[in-house]
């Protein structure tokens, strides 16, 4: 099956700095997708992005489909930020995710 | 819309026992799933659903049973728990987007497990 490793697996930041993280998958895949898991548990869907890039506020993502890689980008880091990100990626069919094992961020004050 | 809502939000059971985690959704998703999420770990997909009346197995599917007889309810059904089965337990359902094979999922608040 499709192998999902993000790097790296654990990030220290201070407040307002900037990070990228990195998500690489083994095969094509026609579902990428980012989430933020909170603290308390939940997760946030972030971005979906199969391919190409999309920003939303201080957070932007880029998929290279042919390369097998995926990049979140976070700008002036809050520590709000703070949590696991994963990425998880899927095939042609609904339903199914292969999620990566994460990389977790602690932002300072 | 409430999106995916789970139940209970904790729960704790005595090895053996059974249960039934409840998930539903309200946007007419045809697909749903259900993983769990180990400690450190990112999650794992344990059954899914492609549309009412038909599920298949995920990655870890020993121990859970699930059925879904409507689209927007999908219970996964523990038989006989066990202390390997404490765990976080999240709900998900998909739905295609406008370009042909793509789906994204949106996620429930998830249920804590515990088995003694």
């Known amino acids: 099956g499709i192998q999902v490793e993000q790097s790296p697996p654990d990030l220290i930041l201070q407040e307002g700095a900037n990070s990228t993280l990195r998500c690489n998958f083994s095969d094509s895949v026609n579902n990428l997708q980012w989430f933020h898991q909170n603290p308390w548990g939940q997760l946030i869907n972030l971005f979906y992005i199969p391919s190409g890039t999309k920003q939303n506020g201080r957070l932007s993502a880029t998929t290279v489909a042919t390369e097998r890689y995926s990049l979140l980008y976070i700008s002036s880091s809050q520590t709000t930020d703070s949590g696991v990100y994963f990425c998880?990626?899927?095939?042609?069919?609904?339903?199914?995710?292969?999620f990566g094992q994460g990389t977790e961020l602690s932002v300072k004050p | 819309n409430a999106g995916v809502t789970q139940t209970p939000k904790f729960q704790v059971l005595k090895t053996g026992q059974s249960m039934t985690l409840q998930c539903a959704q309200d946007m007419n998703h045809e697909y749903m799933s259900w993983y769990r999420q180990d400690p450190g770990m990112g999650l794992r997909l344990i059954h899914y659903s492609v549309g009412a009346g038909i599920t298949d197995q995920g990655e870890v599917p020993n121990g859970y049973n699930v059925s879904r007889s409507t689209t927007e309810d999908f219970p996964l059904r523990l038989l006989s728990a066990a202390p390997s089965q404490t765990s976080v337990y999240f709900c998900?359902?998909?739905?295609?987007?406008?370009?042909?094979?793509?789906?994204?999922?949106?996620f429930g608040p998830g249920t804590r497990l515990t088995v003694t």
């Open positions: 998900a359902s998909s739905h295609q987007t406008s370009r042909d094979r793509e789906y994204e999922q949106y």
């Open positions: 998880a990626v899927g095939g042609n069919q609904g339903g199914k995710l292969i």
